[in-house]
C-alpha cells in the first residue's frame, strides 16, 4: 500500500474503492456471488476488461477486502470477501441510492435497488450477515421465510418479466 | 455525459463519482465551504492539481451536481451544490465510515467523521438541511443550540488541541 495522500477516513476509502471499476466487481462478488475470474469477467454487464480485472482483484486482495483461495495447479482460485470487503456493503447501497433518484434508467437492475430501499436499513445488515455465512463460514442465522438474497432474486425476476410484459 | 455502461443504479452513481478525485472536491466543498476554484485548490489537504481539479469542477457541473454561477468579467465564480449534490453526503458518510474502521490513521479529520457516527443518521439529515440554506437559499430550520456544521468545527478542534498537547 502507498501512503494515504492525508489522514481523512473518507479520502482513505476513496485511495482504495474511488475507481470506476473496484465498486463493480466487489458488487458482483456481493450481489452475484461470482467467486472466480472466468465468472467476473464473463458475467460483467459493463464489460470489464481482462487486464482491468486482474488488476483490481490484485488490488482488493491486497487492501484486504478479498482473499483469493489456495487453488491446486490448474484449478482456478476462488475468491472470497473479508468482513472489511463485506462492510463495503452500505458505501454500494447509498451510492445505488444516489443513483436510483438521480441517474436515469429504468430495468430490472434498479429493481433490486428499490427493494433494498423499500426494505429500510435492517435489510442491508441482513444481507451482510448472509454474505458472512457465504464468505467466512459463519453459521447462517436461523430464519423464517426466505433470505435477503432470495428477495433479491424474486425481486429481479418480478421486474424482467414486467419487461417482458411490456414489450410484448 | 456518455451512454452508461448498464442500467445498474450503483453503476450510475460510479461513473459519475467513482474515481480518485471528485468525491474529495465534494467533500472540501460539503464541510470546508469552499466554494471558489481557489480555495479548492490551495486548501486541499490531499493536494490536489490545477488541471484535475478544473477537469473534475466541469464534470462535476456537467452532471448536475455542482453549479457554477456566472461571475462578472474579472471576478471568481462561485460553485453551489445541487440538490442531488447535497444527496452525495449518505455516499460520503459512507466512505469515511468505512475508513474510520478499516483503515490507519488518526488526526483531527478522523474526529469529524467519528462524531458524525456517534450523532447517528438524523445528524446527516441535519447536515444537508444547513447545506440547502447554504447553497440552495432555502430558510434556515430553527434550532436551538450550535447547528451541526458548528458542533463538527468544534469536535475537530478540540482532537487538534488534543494533538498539540500529545506532542508536547
New interface residues.
Given amino acids: 500500500m502507498v501512503e494515504?495522500?492525508?489522514?481523512?477516513?473518507?479520502?482513505?476509502?476513496?485511495?482504495?474503492?474511488?475507481?470506476?471499476w473496484s465498486?463493480?466487481v466487489l458488487?458482483d462478488v456481493v450481489f452475484a456471488d461470482r467467486r472466480y475470474f472466468r465468472a467476473l469477467l464473463t458475467g460483467s454487464?459493463?464489460?470489464i476488461a481482462t487486464n482491468i480485472l486482474a488488476d483490481r482483484l490484485v488490488r482488493l486482495v491486497e487492501a484486504?477486502i478479498l482473499t483469493r483461495g489456495t487453488a491446486a495447479r490448474g484449478q482456478r482460485a476462488r475468491y472470497s470477501l473479508t468482513e472489511?470487503g463485506i462492510?463495503?456493503l452500505?458505501?454500494?447501497?447509498?451510492?445505488?441510492?444516489?443513483?436510483?433518484?438521480?441517474?436515469p434508467?429504468?430495468?430490472e437492475?434498479?429493481s433490486r435497488?428499490q427493494l433494498m430501499r423499500d426494505e429500510g436499513p435492517a435489510f442491508v445488515e441482513e444481507l451482510m450477515d448472509d454474505l458472512r455465512t457465504r464468505h467466512l463460514d459463519t453459521p447462517p442465522r436461523p430464519r423464517d421465510g426466505p433470505g435477503p438474497f432470495e428477495r433479491l432474486a424474486a425481486a429481479r425476476a418480478a421486474a424482467a418479466e414486467r419487461e417482458q410484459a411490456d414489450r410484448r
Avoid at 4 to 20: K, Q, Y
Fill in positions: 494515504p495522500r492525508s489522514d481523512c477516513p473518507i479520502n482513505a476509502a476513496v485511495e482504495v474503492l474511488g475507481d470506476r465498486l463493480l458488487r454487464v459493463e464489460g484486504g472489511a462492510r463495503t452500505p458505501i454500494m447501497y447509498a451510492l445505488g441510492d444516489w443513483g436510483l433518484d438521480w441517474r434508467g429504468g430495468g437492475l434498479r435497488q
